[in-house]
């Protein structure tokens, strides 16, 4: 019976160790927890922080990334260097309103990207550039008024795009063409 309290008291310690030592790596205002899976990913929750940008630092075992609900008005590639698996990002409900063609390029993992109620009204060619892995792609509620027929063409596996509530006026032929797997517009 004792051995296995000291096993159980070990164990908790290196848990505990563990998630202490992740935790130093978080960005600052940030929260990150150790996500259950075998690769002991992170999640980095940055959400009502009044940030004006994608904080620095964010650790590259990162794989949700919430940085919601903030104060951000641009997202740049320097914002995302290098989180190769990070599958969901959370830029919704800030102020956005420019997106750097090519933010996104070095999240090749990425698979959900939220960027609703904000103040968008055009995106970039390039803007989804590496992003062949998204799965879905939130816009709703933007100020979108016409898309270039090619800006979502490297999603070849997005299945749900949300366009509700933008300003869309004309939709060009050809804009969603390439989307084999588009399930819900």
Request: proline share 5%; charged share 15%.
């Amino acid at each position: 019976m004792k051995q296995g309290r000291r096993w159980l008291l070990q164990t908790q310690l290196l848990l505990f160790l563990a998630s202490t030592a992740t935790a130093e790596e978080c960005p600052y205002p940030c929260v990150c927890h150790v996500n259950a899976d075998a690769a002991r990913t992170l999640t980095v929750d940055c959400r009502n922080q009044e940030l004006f940008e994608v904080p620095l630092g964010v650790p590259t075992t990162t794989s949700h990334l919430d940085v919601s609900h903030n104060n951000i008005q641009f997202v740049r590639a320097v914002d995302f260097p290098n989180l190769p698996v990070l599958t969901y990002l959370q830029l919704h409900t800030n102020d956005i309103s420019d997106i750097e063609a090519g933010a996104f390029q070095n999240l090749p993992s990425l698979e959900a990207l939220t960027l609703q109620n904000n103040l968008l009204q055009s995106l970039r060619p390039g803007t989804f550039t590496g992003l062949s892995n998204l799965q879905l792609l939130n816009l709703f509620n933007n100020y979108l008024a016409e898309l270039d027929p090619d800006i979502f063409s490297p999603l070849n596996n997005l299945v749900t795009l949300n366009l509700a509530y933008s300003s869309l006026e004309d939709i060009r032929t050809g804009t969603f063409a390439n989307f084999s797997r588009l399930f819900d517009l």
